[in-house]
């Protein structure tokens, strides 16, 4: 809601487990304190539970993340949370006291199986981010009694995609017509003309389990454009279908009347003696065997004592704040019952009494409404019965109603309604094959010609290039929702740049301090964090992290679309071993070397009207539109300003390969003629948002009529029509002026080409459009001059064998201004030794072969190379172990003159080592043999007479243990002159026999299948990966 939402995660140590799939259900085996964490995966949800097999054998508490960005988690007296904006207010949300259930039905049970609230629940917030630590009873759970699997408190999130969710309109003026056959399927209408229209939509809740109680849902409907009139208010209604059907087939006359009495809604009912009921005084129970079956739960209370003031309070848990109607539900009778029984409803800013006579009909149970009043979410309304002396006055239920209405308001569109429906939805939960979806429709059709709403349906037809932002979603949340990394605006080839809050210490316990702060990286965008994801661990001072080990796209790549995509996420590293799951956030990766920005913030925009040459248009006839246009009969001739500020971050002899305009357009009046052109042009002087005119730039000074623009450069986009889709306008060229001078950076100007006929005008959101994401946007993709964005080569081997041959994938890319031909170019490289003796060349060149460009790299392009490697002799001093630095660099055919020496663009290093098959020799293993002698102080030096090598090593100190004794240790191999912290040729060891800051080696990197690690005696180990195993 308003851009907030809470997602769940289960927080944990990682765990190397192997999922068992089955179908869409993913299980983790054990992972969760011995629990098993079941996902219930489709295309549009994920679902996760936390499933007990058996009796734990002590008390077992899970934390679940919540990312709960925009709002603040607070916790209540009882047991639930509520989810305020920082800015205070009513609560958005409100998370119910959690509860856990065993596997034996009763259907005496809210939920359909023995249960039991003896759950505690404790919320710690840090910033955006809120943990929840929930601790079922360990009395209740090692009863004799359970029946195992027990599931302790479940959450879900449904937003559905097209592939699963079915939409389409329907209309009584066509009635045997089915839209879903029509070639354009993108429109729902909902409202009148001259006849009535209504849409139907469905989306899948078969995932949530059985009986499970849902503590809210929201339908979402966004909308682009209006039919028919626009001045009227409509109020729209989502009701329950009621028979099965099918988009493609579905008309009027098979699906009008398939609709339930009512609409949905948000209903809660409090019985006498829920939770959440109180009585002052003496309320006793009716045994009246004739009159309480009447009664809801076949029970009632009643108060007839001589004493007066006395009360009975009902208190609703609110999931979302709203106008709720408010009734009441006894059993009348003429016999003893009080005419004037008196209802004080409390309310958001006050109170009111209604009398009700519960004297007729008698002997009947009845519902009588009282009204309806504006709730907060959360437990703050009650309605509080009042006794009269020498009356029966009876308490049986209170129910609040807020119905699945949201209001179309005159005259706005591009915006989003909200349906509440958490009781249709917790009907099909429970009975899963009802599920028919909603049909929206108007509450009052008999007033015709009052337009409405035209949502836009769940299909791939916006342009949307996977910005799914405007597509219709039911929001289904129960049990416990998760902080959120920032939308990625800069995105190199190998990865986003990301940023994130500062985590906030929740309590004075050092258990929840942070440790670290962990990156993760997905193809999949919900995803549990693990070793498997995780890129990098950082500290608890970083904010920022720079992704570099994603696979860019590729070279030669054409498609948008196939373009490499992951999920990103930051979790945090608590004390006590937990780790926070926040949610994901998308990257498209640009090819190799380049790098992507982002803009849509902090934009300026506006219209001038040659209609209106002294008025400013900020907002177009009450709407946030830019309109480029030649026929509107109030502005006459208009065009759009867009102006984006300093493309901060981007250098200014950056190579521009591509910048993209993209503005939503929402509609095309009148949507005849789609062969118009929009032009594009650079503004020579600066705007006031709000103040500039057809005839000035600032409401004061004149520019020429229509704007101040370059008529030297233009981009065109045409065939826009009137269904709502992002258009887009290729400004590299302006863009790259820009950069080069950013004093000449005033923005752009819109027009239509045609301004002498009345042809068209585009309707184009602007920066006050509602949804944040549909807003205008620049994306700038360009090349730096340096080596990271010139050459790419990942997978180059990081140990090689001497005077060996290589081909190496390398991706070259051209960030200068002049063409390189295939013809003046090769690819090539240099060997530097790297052990710091200030030795020259490690080979000659014969060892640095050089491999031709497949093709020209015009400026800005890319190219992907097979380049030939030979690797260094085998060193003359003897080493077993060499470190080499591999330089690539592009070679000038005609004089062999290297790019690094003509141009700012220097060579890409890579450390490589070159050793010897017989290297593992260095080591002290058994099976190697040396002759020693001890040196003193602890110290011994070992020789092996074949190889040469010697080990010269020293025990500083070792102190015995029960477990792992503690030493620190020095070892020094002579052969060897692989590089670590410890220096050439040096291992240390610490506690284990683990060798100290030697990286490992993997390869291919990166998805390795070998990884090589070197022990605290030079040993090199070897594991392999094994994929049928699934092991190391």
């Not at 916790?75 to 989810?83: M, P, V, W």
């Not at 006794?387 to 006055?393: A, F, P």
Request: proline residues 6%.
């Amino acid at each position: 809601r308003d851009g907030r939402s809470i997602e769940l995660g289960l927080s944990g140590v990682a765990k190397a487990v192997t999922p068992k799939v089955s179908g869409s259900t993913v299980t983790y085996a054990g992972v969760a304190g011995g629990a098993d964490v079941v996902y219930d995966v489709t295309s549009t949800a994920l679902k996760e539970k936390i499933v007990l097999r058996q009796a734990p054998s002590g008390p077992v508490s899970y934390t679940f993340t919540l990312d709960t960005a925009g709002l603040t988690a607070q916790q209540r007296a009882d047991g639930s949370i509520a989810f305020v904006r920082a800015g205070g207010g009513e609560p958005v949300f409100v998370m119910p006291a959690p509860f856990m259930y065993d596997d034996k039905g009763d259907k005496d049970s809210p939920h359909g199986k023995v249960w039991s609230d003896k759950v505690t629940q404790k919320v710690a917030q840090s910033g955006g981010r809120s943990t929840i630590t929930v601790t079922p009873d360990a009395g209740w759970l090692a009863d004799s009694a359970r029946v195992y699997p027990v599931v302790v408190d479940p959450t879900i999130k449904i937003q559905p995609v097209p592939d699963d969710a079915q939409d389409v309109q329907i209309y009584k003026g066509n009635a045997g017509h089915a839209y879903g056959q029509d070639t354009t399927t993108w429109p729902l209408k909902v409202g009148t003309d001259n006849s009535v229209w209504r849409s139907l939509v469905k989306f899948k809740t078969s995932s949530i389990p059985v009986n499970t109680p849902i503590d809210d849902a929201r339908l979402e409907m966004y909308y682009s454009q209006t039919h028919g009139s626009w001045e009227y208010d409509v109020a729209l209604e989502a009701r329950k279908i009621t028979t099965a059907w099918d988009e493609d087939t579905a008309t009027w006359t098979s699906m009008n009347a398939n609709m339930a009495a009512q609409p949905s809604g948000n209903m809660v009912t409090k019985d006498d003696g829920d939770s959440g009921t109180s009585v002052t005084g003496t309320w006793p129970y009716s045994g009246n065997t004739e009159l309480t079956p009447l009664a809801i739960n076949g029970d009632y209370r009643y108060n007839d004592d001589t004493t007066a003031g006395n009360t009975h309070t009902w208190v609703p848990t609110l999931t979302e704040a709203g106008d709720y109607q408010v009734e009441v539900h006894f059993v009348s009778h003429t016999d003893d019952r009080y005419t004037r029984t008196p209802y004080t409803v409390y309310y958001k800013g006050g109170s009111k009494t209604y009398e009700v006579d519960q004297t007729v009909p008698s002997g009947k149970g009845q519902w009588k409404t009282l009204g309806v009043h504006t709730f907060d979410a959360g437990t703050t309304g009650r309605v509080v019965l009042g006794d009269h002396v020498g009356n029966s006055v009876i308490a049986d239920a209170v129910r609040f109603t807020r119905w699945g209405v949201a209001t179309k308001k005159r005259a706005v569109s591009s915006a989003w309604l909200s349906f509440p429906v958490r009781n249709t939805v917790q009907e099909w939960v429970n009975a899963p094959t009802t599920n028919n979806g909603f049909m929206i429709k108007a509450v009052d059709e008999n007033k015709l010609n009052r337009g409405g709403p035209i949502f836009e349906a769940s299909e791939y037809a916006y342009q949307n290039a996977r910005r799914d932002y405007n597509l219709p979603k039911l929001v289904v949340t129960y049990g416990r929702p998760g902080v959120a990394v920032q939308p990625p605006t800069t995105i190199t080839s190998t990865g986003a740049v990301l940023s994130w809050p500062q985590y906030k210490d929740p309590s004075s316990s050092t258990s929840d301090d942070a440790v670290e702060y962990q990156v993760h990286r997905s193809i999949f965008q919900n995803f549990t964090p693990s070793a498997a994801t995780l890129i990098a661990p950082v500290s608890t001072g970083t904010l920022t992290y720079q992704d570099t080990t994603a696979v860019p796209t590729a070279a030669d790549n054409t498609d948008p679309l196939a373009r490499k995509f992951y999920y990103y996420m930051v979790a945090v590293k608590t004390r006590d071993g937990q780790l926070l799951a926040g949610p994901t956030q998308s990257a498209t990766l640009p090819k190799a070397g380049q790098i992507t920005r982002i803009y849509r913030t902090g934009q300026s925009d506006t219209t001038l009207s040659a209609g209106r040459p002294t008025e400013n248009v900020d907002v177009y006839d009450g709407d946030p539109y830019v309109s480029p246009g030649n026929n509107s009969p109030y502005y006459g001739d208009t065009r759009g300003l867009v102006k984006f500020g300093a493309l901060t971050g981007v250098p200014g002899d950056a190579k521009i390969v591509d910048a993209e305009l993209r503005m939503y357009n929402t509609y095309l009046y009148p949507g005849t003629d789609t062969n118009e052109y929009v032009d594009v042009y650079k503004l020579k002087r600066d705007f006031v948002e709000n103040k500039a005119t057809w005839n000035t730039s600032d409401g004061v000074n004149a520019w020429p009529a229509g704007g101040d623009y370059d008529t030297t450069w233009k981009a065109s986009v045409t065939g826009i029509t009137n269904d709502p889709e992002w258009e887009s306008w290729d400004v590299t060229a302006a863009v790259d002026g820009w950069v080069k001078n950013p004093a000449s950076n005033y923005g752009l100007l819109l027009r239509q080409r045609d301004e002498v006929n009345q042809t068209a005008r585009a309707m184009l959101l602007s920066s006050e459009g509602a949804e944040p994401m549909l807003r205008p946007t620049l994306e700038v993709t360009y090349l730096e001059q340096n080596a990271e964005s010139t050459y790419y080569a990942a997978q180059t081997p990081q140990v090689l064998s001497p005077n060996a041959t290589y081909s190496v994938p390398v991706t070259v890319s051209n960030p200068t201004l002049a063409d390189w031909n295939s013809t003046d170019w090769v690819l090539s490289y240099d060997w530097k030794r790297a052990d710091g003796l200030g030795l020259a060349d490690g080979a000659d060149d014969s060892y640095e072969l050089r491999t031709p460009l497949p093709a020209n790299i015009k400026a800005g392009g890319t190219v992907d190379v097979a380049a030939q490697l030979k690797s260094p002799p085998s060193s003359t001093e003897g080493n077993k172990r060499t470190d080499y630095v591999l330089q690539w660099d592009l070679r000038r055919k005609s004089d062999g003159a290297r790019l690094s020496a003509t141009s700012p663009i220097k060579a890409l290093p890579q450390n490589v080592a070159v050793e010897e098959p017989t290297s593992d020799q260095l080591g002290l293993e058994k099976f190697y043999s040396y002759a020693g002698k001890n040196t003193g102080a602890g110290g011994s030096v070992m020789n092996n007479l074949y190889s040469g090598n010697t080990v010269w090593s020293y025990d500083a100190f070792n102190n015995p243990s029960r477990g792992l004794s503690t030493f620190v240790r020095l070892a020094y191999n002579s052969l060897d002159t692989s590089d670590t912290v410890a220096g050439y040729g040096w291992s240390v060891q610490a506690s284990s026999m683990m060798r100290l800051g030697a990286p490992l080696d993997f390869h291919p990197n990166p998805n390795p299948t070998k990884v090589t690690l070197t022990d605290g005696d030079g040993t090199s180990h070897w594991f392999t990966w094994d994929a049928a195993a699934n092991e190391w």
